[in-house]
């Protein structure tokens, strides 16, 4: 059984940093797509950022390019580098594999985390 849980979310100012991370169990995680999508309050959910098997190829929503910086390990666990928070990014954050299509247009996924809150204030 396939198993994502995110952490790090938080309440934090304006300016401020935060770090998601994504435990995955349950089957080897190394050949396979994985991402984080958001979801704000009465939003859809919407693709953030992509890392392939490798981790050296990497995508990147537009409103936070530049800003957030998406990792992973070879011990099946994923990251969120997250700089220079707005308020616009307050959200709840979720750990996805098996990203569809492969890219910034991703929208789909197989497995779910269940959701970890991020809060920007300002």
């Known amino acids: 059984q396939v198993q994502l849980v995110e952490s790090g979310g938080g309440l934090v100012q304006a300016g401020g940093s935060l770090r998601l991370s994504c435990a995955a169990s349950g089957r080897m995680f190394f050949s396979y797509t994985m991402g984080w999508f958001r979801q704000a309050p009465g939003k859809e959910r919407v693709f953030v950022a992509a890392?392939?098997?490798?981790?050296?190829?990497t995508y990147y929503a537009d409103s936070v390019k530049g800003r957030f910086t998406i990792s992973r390990n070879a011990h099946n666990t994923m990251y969120l580098q997250m700089n220079s928070l707005k308020p616009e990014d307050t959200a709840i954050y979720y750990c996805?594999?098996?990203?569809?299509?492969?890219?910034?247009?991703?929208?789909?996924?197989?497995?779910w985390g269940q959701g970890t809150q991020v809060t920007v204030s300002s």
């Open positions: 890392v392939d098997w490798s981790g050296t190829t």
């Open positions: 996805a594999t098996d990203l569809r299509p492969w890219g910034a247009q991703a929208n789909r996924a197989d497995y």
